[in-house]
């Protein structure tokens, strides 16, 4: 799987570099800010993925409060959360602050980012679970469910796809959209099962002990 990733990044970068897209509208930023960087970032998984699993064995950073599968996917969701904000960045709309004076969703949005380094500080010194997560992964999935596919939706995918002088470009956006939309709906329903799980255990142990 790490391969076929790492593969398919190079593809990318090869179809940017020697297409027209790359004189496209925000081809560079692309390259610069998600797709060099994934592709060196798989390539030293896959170069050093085994230091990496082992490391996260050892800093106690995944675990009971934190599992890993569970840290992969806080991973994805930052990393797409990521790629739509450059893609705002790109399109120059529905934009806020820090890049314009005024407040609104998308400076709103940002606070995603302390909170996912808050949670990961706190699963580390194990004073927040698997309900910490799914409260966040909750807020982040109405955020971005209400405000793009939404009856009331904000930001509809025509303001995601329509700024783009390419069509390509504009599609290759709302599919990053969407597969950020997948990655948090799945992180919520791992998080929330897990929780449940969980607090039926120790309701069970609980029963069992006071018998």
Known sequence: ?????????????????YSPLRSAQGSDLVLQMIVFPLLTLSGLFIWKGHVIRTWLRNSQLTGEKLPRRLF???????????GHHIDHVIRGNHVGWPLI???NAFTFSLLAYPFVGLGLYLGWRNRAGVRYWTVLFFVLATMVI???FGPTANEPPADVIGPYESQLLGSVAFSWLLLFTVVIVAALLYSGVLWLRRRDNERTQAKTGGS
């Open 1 to 17: 799987m790490q391969r076929v990733v790492h593969l398919a990044l190079a593809i990318a970068l090869g179809v940017f570099l």
């Open 72 to 82: 992969f996917l806080v991973f994805f969701v930052f990393l797409f959360g990521l």
């Open 101 to 103: 004076p005024a407040v």
């Open 146 to 148: 209400t405000q793009h």
